[in-house]
């Protein structure tokens, strides 16, 4: 089947194979390699993404669940000359290890952002809830997350 939808503001489409999901079609088809496969259950937040402006796990999402919707990932946050203010301040506070979790919890972030432009620690804390970090860099990263809140709105 073909499944068409926006994916980082520019039109994508993929023949997806029956039981494929969103994360596989991003990563085999599409050739993405920003949202990561971590457990495969939805539990870790590694294969975030938006839809239509709202994180989600999209390893377990059906790729028919995209048509005609909204698809972003990491790699539509920023681009190396013009970096999302999420992406500076991950660098400024040194918020990032092994970086494995980093892109779902961007996109997390960026969608909390979006909807809430001035997040208190509380909030930041709440909504990066279902990411996982085995490196231990979670307060950095509420640093960062609050950093860039903070710059956006300057």
Not at 18 to 46: N, W
Request: with cysteine; net charge neutral.
């Amino acid at each position: 089947m073909r499944v068409a939808f926006t994916l980082n503001g520019a039109a994508a489409a993929v023949e997806a194979a029956e039981g494929m999901t969103l994360l596989q079609a991003l990563r085999g088809p599409l050739g993405l390699s920003g949202p990561r496969f971590g457990c495969g259950a939805e539990s870790c937040g590694a294969c975030y993404v938006t839809l239509d402006g709202t994180a989600q796990p999209s390893c377990a999402l059906p790729v028919e669940a995209a048509q005609g919707r909204a698809v972003g990932t990491v790699e539509g946050l920023g681009t190396p000359k013009a970096p999302h203010p999420l992406q500076t301040a991950f660098l400024a506070e040194q918020a990032g290890q092994c970086g494995w979790c980093l892109s779902g919890i961007l996109v997390n972030a960026a969608a909390l952002l979006a909807r809430e432009p001035d997040p208190d620690e509380a909030a930041v804390r709440a909504a990066l809830e279902p990411n996982l970090c085995r490196c231990g860099a979670q307060n950095r990263m509420i640093r960062a997350v609050l950093r860039a809140a903070r710059e956006m709105r300057a």
